[in-house]
């Protein structure tokens, strides 16, 4: 009973660092969506030329780049000089911070498994989320979660219910079917709800969020409805987590402007943490009748 | 308990898991189709295969009808019980008493149909659910990563009637936790109601925490909280004795030596009939084992590590040894503490189950009971096979290697059943010293 209040609080607790800042407008470019976009005139608008150092062409991260001194390439500075080249040449410096800092959220996903015993459905589950939470806000992130786990779940109990029995395969496509209805169903309200996020929704972000029905329709099959509410949740405590990492401004400047550092003390830690063979915090309270015996 | 007793997911996956358990192996617990190859090879007893459903064409030419009235359906990439059928008995239908084909089986008026079974969860199933089940399997519905599997049907292993009482409608199942050809830990799991008769903890089954001497319940665990009756009972959890427990551990041991893991969990079900068998293997086997022990298995691990153990028979033994529950608070309640003095007359028990009285100093500064090897070599405990295995040791005759075996002796009229290690006591007072670690419920009176 405990744990479950544990989780719900530090649930609402991350929810409120986040909500503030989300609600306002964030305008976040990331990879780019292919939602067609329509220009009012016929020729299409000018690109913005980056090669060009005048100011309004940089975004906030570019100009952190330029801002840094570099001495030479070797031995300390090679990555760096290969990410200016990159963002010279037009990919984005928002793709390069979210790249660079992957390595760092994997870390954390690890060390809340290891040493804290948080569980999650692995790492590229949580990892990934955290990343559509950036894309499309964490709100709309667990709202259209909660909405696919619910259609799919519903589904599954109708065909029971009925006693529709059909083969596996086709019976997990018509579960998609139902899905892609109520995921179109939330986007057919963004006229009528007022949420600018609403309109950030891309595809990938679906994708995942689809992922991640199905790991908890496995679990809730196999062990029981309360073990997967319980490791979804934690999959959900841990992206929002990583989701706070990836939105820090001090954070994304320097593993932008130290990235052999930030790779290298990465790697070390990870090394780090494999040698650990202790309990687990969780472990540390599961067995607590054993440890006061 | 010191916390480094206990075994946890980290240390479980470094320190044994990844160290002991091979490929292939793995692979073997992974596919129950695999394990049952291995355990036929070994002519281990397992319960039989009926039929293996590689391809769909296989699931319409089989002869469906001709199936007993009990068996399993079961994938064989499962995980932990997911996509397992369990049919206890043919369906019944009502004869019309005026049929011509009325049938003399004694149902009183009830046929058995040929094609619709009844299974342990009191669902009906027909031959066409099992062959549309069946094809789900296959797809691969139920294993790991959804790739596509193979199923099987399997023998129904019934419900032994010792523990007619506390199953609910399942057959329950013993996990032993074997680590270098040594049963280190036990739990039954006994299904409930609430589990829907499947031996699963995570389902609402009971987990029985099992002395490994003596095959005696000891605590109970259900929702990973401790309970002592079975619930919505007054029936106790502690003190059932399994039947043929030394079977039963000898059975798993010998099936971890041809698994190629070398730290498992293997999975028994005692057959009414033909005894203890092998349902499975779990190469990362749970922990809540030492929940229902309330024991730490990482103790256990490393007392039994690196130990030569020859064959089966020598790992129970030695386990046996060093596992046993110590009753003693219950002993102390029960017959009171007992006090012995310095010099004591104690009866060993010889190899020919005979006892033999001979003089034995109590020393409270010693940890561990002693032998002299003459006389243990006179009443036959220096054979092989109760030798369990050879220790440095340090005493006041300076450091020495000497063998350990198992002993039985009765001090005071209490039996103690231990080990002992054997040196030349041949200078000393008495052929036998009694350690501190057996004095358990004893209060020494000295002068």
Known sequence: MYKKLFIVAVFLFILGLILPGSLRAQKIYLTPSPIPTFSPEPESLP???????????????????????????WPTNPIKYAIRGAVKAGVPANTLVLLLLLPLVALVIAVARNIIGIRGFGIFLPASLSVVFVAIGPV????????????????????????????????????????????LGVLFSAPYVKFSQLTNVSIFAVLILVLLAEDFIRVQLGKSAKTAIGITSETLVLSLFSYLFLTLKPLQSYVL??????????????FMLARYSGLRLRELWRFRKLISS | MKISNILGLNARTKLYSYKYNTIVGKKNADSKIQTARVLKKAGIAHPLLYKKFKSLSEIDEYNWEGLPDSFALKPSRGLGGEGIIVVKKRALQRVDANTQNSDRSGNGGMKKLKDVWITTQRDR????????HTMDILEGAYSMGNVPDVAFIQEYVGRHKAFRKYAYRGTPDIRIIVFNKVPVMAMMRLPTKESGGRANLHQGAIGLGVDIATGITTKAIWHER???????????????????????????????????????????????????????????????????????????????????VRDAEHGVKIAKALFLERFSDRVKVEEGILTVGIWEDV????????????RAKIDTGAWKTSIDNKLAESLGLLQDNNILWTKVYKSSLGKELRKVIGIKFYLAGRRIRTIANVANRGNLRTPLIIGRRDLNGFLVKSG
Do not use: C
């Open chain 1, 47 to 73: 690109k913005p030329d980056i090669t060009q150092k005048s100011p309004e062409t940089l975004g906030p991260l570019e100009e952190i780049l330029q801002k840094q001194k570099l001495g030479a390439v």
């Open chain 1, 140 to 183: 709309v992130g667990i709202g259209l979660f909660l909405v696919i786990v619910l259609v799919s779940t519903s589904v599954r109990i109708i065909f029971r219910k009925l006693k529709i029995k059909l083969q596996y395969l086709p019976r997990m496509a018509l579960i998609l079917w139902a899905v892609v209805f109520a995921v």
């Open chain 1, 257 to 270: 402007l130290n990235p052999e550092i930030t790779l290298l003390v990465v790697g070390f830690a990870d």
């Open chain 2, 125 to 132: 199933v027909s031959v066409q659910d099992l062959k549309l």
């Open chain 2, 226 to 308: 401790q309970i002592r009756y079975k619930p919505g009972t007054n029936r106790k959890l502690h003190g059932i004795k399994i039947p043929n427990w030394t079977k039963v551990l000898e059975t798993a041991v010998s099936a971890q030596m041809v698994s190629g893991l070398g730290y498992l969990g293997v999975d028994i079900v005692l057959h009414p009939e033909k005894g203890p068998m092998v349902l499975e293997y779990n190469a990362q086997p749970g922990l809540q084992i030492q929940l229902a022990n309330m024991a730490g298995l990482k103790k256990r691990l490393e007392r039994v590590e690196g130990l030569q």
């Open chain 2, 347 to 358: 009866k060993i028990v010889t190899a020919e189950g005979g006892k033999v009285k001979v």
